[in-house]
């Protein structure tokens, strides 16, 4: 492994139901994931978020766990039912005690908290009262939530994540519905990718007009996978450029160039919601750096049948929107997930973002690799996970030597965690779990990782 810059950052990244726990106490609402993993059948094996890893309670616990990995940064996000019980109006004291007690814990184990205000754990009482994301009073009840969230933890918080995934809250939760809410539509999916970039953009003004004197940085977090083109046809090319800009420039372009792709626009007609010139403008330069949660890749061809739906489960988006169909190749390594394990496809998307969005700094917010690791002789031997950190590390290397400003990386997961729909039996952490005591061990990934942060002297 080459060196990385020496201001590179090393972390590893969380989200609140999947590892708290504590999911009805000290005064916390419930969530549309507390909602969702409560109806038979929607999470495998009937999982649920209730206690998952605990961290609520072991949160001191788990810092420690950082420290000796050696990780420098830590993501995670806040629970909005758990500093805001209904959504709006009073704040829990106890929730902000929680975030505050773990923020000054981690600052004193010299770890930097980047924290993400919402990771799809929306109140359930927005869902009921306003529709959650399709209502059209959300962007200003997320903008008031993060005030509070700026408040009281700005002070010592410089790193701020508005969303996480918008793509995923708008296509699985009010497309596909296999998330929370659950809702399935061909409409609903652009409205609230719209209003989450509302929602997103008042944040993010809030921030820069009240607290701009506390000198952080506020961004989003996108998720997007690598598209390649089947083959060389101009056909199959336009498809793969035409999927990444339904993936990823749907919420990248409306904060770098003030709008949706021309191309969505052309295909969506008024099932995507047009920008008045004022929220252009608020939605313009509302990043000040690029997040990215990146995990596979797939081929693309220009569909043949535009009613044909693609076959491959997985990240498609609404495939028959984009006129597509997306394949895998077999001899492609797959993760538990049946994710492909393609480390080149992650440069690819850099380079794309490098390029298209004029070279802007970009953290890798998520990477990583579930696997339904086994314990033998009270080991998990975790040469798959660690294979796919080199492969992904060293094409981000590759990057960066290319021009690509890649500043920082985070392993997803720091541990084993609720994985939404995919329940708990899917590992995702570099810290292994039982679940039936709560015993966290490091493994072989973790160790790795921290040698990789050693020998790169940080
Ligand atoms: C991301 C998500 C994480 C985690 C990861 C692996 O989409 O932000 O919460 O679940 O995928 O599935």
């Known amino acids: 492994m080459k060196q990385f ?7 590893a990244s969380t989200s609140a139901y999947q590892i708290e726990g504590a999911y009805d106490i000290d005064g916390k609402g419930p969530s549309i994931w507390d909602a ?7 999470i495998k094996n009937g999982d649920t978020g209730q206690v998952s890893g605990d961290h609520y309670h072991r949160f001191k616990e788990d810092v420690a766990l950082m420290k000796q990995i050696g990780i420098k940064a830590y993501r995670f996000s806040i629970s909005w039912p758990r500093v805001m019980p209904a959504g709006k109006g009073k704040a829990n004291t106890r929730g902000i005690q929680f975030y505050s007690a773990l923020i000054d814990e981690l600052l004193e184990a010299g770890i930097t908290p980047w924290v993400t205000l919402f990771h799809w754990d929306l109140p359930l009482a927005l869902q009921l009262e306003n529709d959650g994301w399709i209502g059209p009073e959300i962007p200003d009840y997320f903008a008031a939530y993060a005030d509070v969230c700026f408040e009281h933890f700005g002070d010592r918080v410089k790193n701020w994540i508005t969303l996480n995934e918008p793509w995923v809250m708008a296509i699985l939760g009010y497309g596909l519905g296999n998330f929370a809410p659950g809702r399935v539509s061909n409409a609903e999916p652009y409205r609230a990718g719209h209003n989450q970039l509302l929602a997103h953009a008042k944040a993010v003004d809030v921030y820069r007009k009240k607290y701009g004197h506390q000198g952080g ?6 998720n997007c996978d690598w598209r390649e083109p089947l083959t060389d046809s101009q056909k199959d090319k336009d498809a793969a450029q035409r999927a990444l800009e339904f993936f990823l420039a749907w919420f990248a372009d409306p904060i770098y160039f003030g709008d949706y792709p021309a191309v969505m626009k052309q295909r969506l007609g008024a099932r995507l919601p047009a920008f008045t010139e004022a929220e252009k403008e608020l939605v313009k330069g509302s990043a000040d750096y690029f997040g990215l949660n990146h995990y596979t890749t797939m081929y693309v061809a220009g569909a043949t049948d535009p009613n044909r739906k693609s076959t491959v489960y997985g990240n498609g988006g609404l495939t028959e929107d984009q006129d597509i169909e997306l394949s895998m190749d077999k001899t492609w390594k797959r993760t538990t997930m049946n994710w492909a394990v393609v480390p080149w496809g992650c440069r690819k998307l850099l380079e794309w973002i490098d390029n298209r969005y004029g070279r802007p700094d970009i953290y890798l917010t998520e990477n990583g690799s579930a696997w339904n690791d086994s314990k033998v002789d009270g080991t998990v031997a975790d040469a798959n996970r660690i ?3 080199q492969g992904y590390l060293g094409e981000c290397r590759k990057a960066i030597e290319k021009g690509v400003k890649l500043k ?3 392993a997803w997961s720091l541990m084993d965690n609720f994985e939404w729909a995919h329940g708990y039996s899917q590992r995702f952490g570099m810290i292994h779990m039982d679940y039936q005591s709560l015993e966290r061990t490091m493994k072989d990934s973790a160790n790795w990782y921290a040698g990789v942060i050693r020998d790169n002297g940080v």
């Open 5 to 11: 810059p020496n201001d590179f950052i090393w972390g």
């Open 36 to 42: 969702f993993s409560s109806i038979p059948g929607k």
């Open 217 to 222: 940085q506020i961004g989003m977090a996108n």
């Open 408 to 410: 920082g990386y985070f």
């Open 387 to 389: 294979e796919y950190f």
